[in-house]
């Protein structure tokens, strides 16, 4: 490893646990040639015997968004995701909270190389600066393909051969709550078994305009 691999390296893996501001200069060009390296697996609180048993029989890992934008867990997800791809496991990632996403090049850098980003519009603005679906054309240099969810609008596929629409029915919406971990549940099961993006996008749409007709994880208020 260069000196430079290895302040970018200790930068990521941020050991002390405290809020560090991402160094562009260092993480943009160094964290690709990171690849393949060996990261500190006892970050994720498993050993490394562990980590090959829970992956041993997986074929993907799909990453919550919260486990990069908090700073004690990051080194941690950012060691999962090297670990699924040098277990040959395909790779997603939701960043969750659009407010949380106030340094998306760090952001990116995280998750550089994750094979599907699924994000919603407001997450998509927060990491292009745009929120309409053209605009994750910039993010390919990092992902390969990103799964929009534009919520009545329906949702969008984006990769190398050019962005796939398909619309959302009408539906009452009863609740929010859960929408968009439904539309990456079925997304993601389609996208694995090889469904074409316009069918993965239909079953991401339905799972999630199914989940808005019903009260979600929010307990109902006893006012």
């Known amino acids: 490893m260069t000196p430079e691999q290895v302040k970018a390296y200790r930068l990521m893996d941020n050991r002390s646990h405290q809020e560090t501001s991402w160094d562009e200069e260092l993480l943009g060009p160094e964290l690709f040639d990171l690849k393949g390296l060996d990261f500190d697996l006892s970050?994720?609180?498993?050993?490394?015997?562990?980590?090959?048993?829970?992956?041993?029989d997986a074929t993907h890992l799909h990453l919550s968004?919260?486990?990069?934008?908090?700073?004690?867990?990051?080194?941690?997800?950012?060691?999962?995701?090297?670990?699924?791809?040098?277990?040959?496991?395909?790779?997603?990632?939701?960043?969750q909270?659009?407010?949380?996403?106030?340094?998306?090049?760090?952001f990116l850098a995280a998750i550089d190389g994750v094979d599907l980003l699924l994000p919603n519009?407001?997450?998509?603005?927060?990491?292009?600066?745009?929120?309409?679906?053209?605009?994750?054309?910039t993010l390919l240099g990092n992902v390969g393909a990103v799964a929009l969810t534009r919520g009545p609008d329906g949702a969008c596929w984006i990769d190398r051969n050019g962005i796939v629409s398909v619309p959302a029915d009408?539906?009452?919406?009863?609740?929010?709550?859960?929408?968009?971990?439904?539309?990456?549940?079925?997304?993601?099961?389609?996208?694995?078994?090889?469904a074409a993006p316009s069918d993965v996008l239909r079953a991401g749409v339905?799972?999630?305009?199914?989940?808005?007709?019903?009260?979600?994880?929010?307990?109902?208020?006893r006012r």
Do not use: C, H, K
């Open 206 to 221: 339905a799972a999630g305009s199914s989940a808005v007709t019903r009260l979600g994880a929010q307990p109902v208020s």
């Open 170 to 194: 009408p539906v009452d919406s009863v609740d929010t709550t859960g929408a968009g971990d439904a539309f990456d549940a079925a997304t993601l099961i389609n996208w694995l078994a090889g």
């Open 97 to 106: 909270a659009a407010a949380l996403l106030t340094d998306p090049t760090g």
């Open 121 to 137: 519009t407001a997450e998509l603005a927060a990491l292009t600066g745009a929120p309409d679906p053209a605009s994750a054309n």
């Open 43 to 56: 970050l994720t609180g498993f050993d490394s015997a562990e980590i090959d048993s829970l992956l041993a």
């Open 65 to 95: 968004g919260y486990v990069l934008l908090d700073a004690e867990s990051r080194p941690a997800g950012i060691a999962m995701l090297a670990a699924a791809r040098a277990a040959g496991l395909t790779t997603s990632v939701d960043p």
